[in-house]
């Protein structure tokens, strides 16, 4: 991921939360809808979630030292994990925990009938040109793959984060208006509580998504099939015969640890063996466009 590309939707999406987040509170004010309590809270927490994503990537700049002798890039996961977090806790139990209060306590929406309606109007023009920002910063990265495969397999977590947030917010808006529609229709302010409700639920099953993958970046994933072919054909030229195993994880998005056993030319002197290792990490660096940190050892292969 180019880093540009993941910090321009990180802010077009906060820009949009910000704004939309002034809204809903608003509405909320005037009406005392739940659903838009709900949406407001849940527009907070992903204000809050992209200030997390901006730190997270600000870590993962740090250079390595000797306490993180590999790095600060697995940083971006661990902030993540966080948004995950946030977004199940702020987001979606608070939606549920407001739906079952106004469920047992409903109240119409007399005044300002209106507010609510152009609060979500409003809402999804603005989700939608966020949406629309991480969309374009995404295709040039995800290539032929669908969007559900990008975002279970990308080792980028910024993009599928905002895709996500950014899709569930205009979910939860189109559930905000159909619960304050039919509470203006009907009356009954179970409605609202109800459109709350489904907010929750919608926030809880994102947030469960994002937490699965960002775990598992977080305990390292190994490259795609494609940087592991690259590789392994750059490192069997030239004085490296074959290789005995192979092993490529992810230290963050743009980073990979490659550590290889390799069974090299016999003929080789000492000083003909370490300039094919050299030659053959010159060659790997060349084949995939990522940081590398590159540990070959040299081995027979034996019969078992």
Do not use: C
Not at 185 to 207: K, M, P
């Amino acid at each position: 991921m180019s880093a540009h590309g993941g910090t321009k939707a990180i802010i077009a999406a906060l820009s949009a939360n910000l704004g939309i987040a002034v809204t809903k509170f608003g509405a909320f004010a005037l009406t005392g809808s739940s659903s838009m309590l709900a949406e407001g809270v849940h527009s907070v927490a992903d204000s809050g979630n992209q200030l997390l994503l901006l730190l997270g990537g600000r870590e993962a700049r740090r250079k390595p030292d000797a306490s993180h002798p590999f790095g600060y890039g697995r940083g971006r996961y661990f902030w993540a994990f966080i948004v995950a977090l946030v977004l199940f806790s702020l987001g979606g139990l608070f939606a549920l925990y407001e739906a079952y209060e106004k469920f047992k306590h409903p109240e119409p929406i007399d005044a300002w009938h209106w507010v609510p309606v152009a609060v979500i109007v409003v809402g999804l023009i603005m989700e939608s040109f966020s949406l629309r920002t991480a969309v374009k910063e995404t295709k040039p990265i995800k290539g032929s793959l669908s969007y559900i495969k990008f975002v279970r397999q990308s080792k980028l977590p910024e993009l599928p984060v905002v895709l996500l947030e950014d899709t569930a917010a205009l979910i939860g808006l189109v559930l905000a208006g159909a619960g304050i529609g039919a509470t203006l229709i009907t009356g009954d302010g179970r409605w609202d509580a109800v459109g709350s409700a489904a907010i929750g639920v919608l926030l809880v099953i994102v947030a469960f998504i994002l937490a699965v993958e960002m775990k598992s970046l977080l305990l390292g994933e190994g490259a795609s099939p494609e940087h592991i072919a690259a590789i392994e054909q750059a490192l069997t030229q030239e004085g490296i015969v074959s290789l005995i195993h192979l092993r490529v994880m992810h230290l963050g998005p743009d980073e990979l640890l490659v550590a290889a056993k390799i069974e090299a030319d016999p003929s080789l002197d000492v000083a003909g063996l370490a300039a094919a290792i050299d030659a053959a990490e010159v060659r790997s660096r060349a084949a995939v466009d990522l940081r590398q940190t590159i540990y070959l050892e040299p081995d027979l292969r034996r019969i078992a």
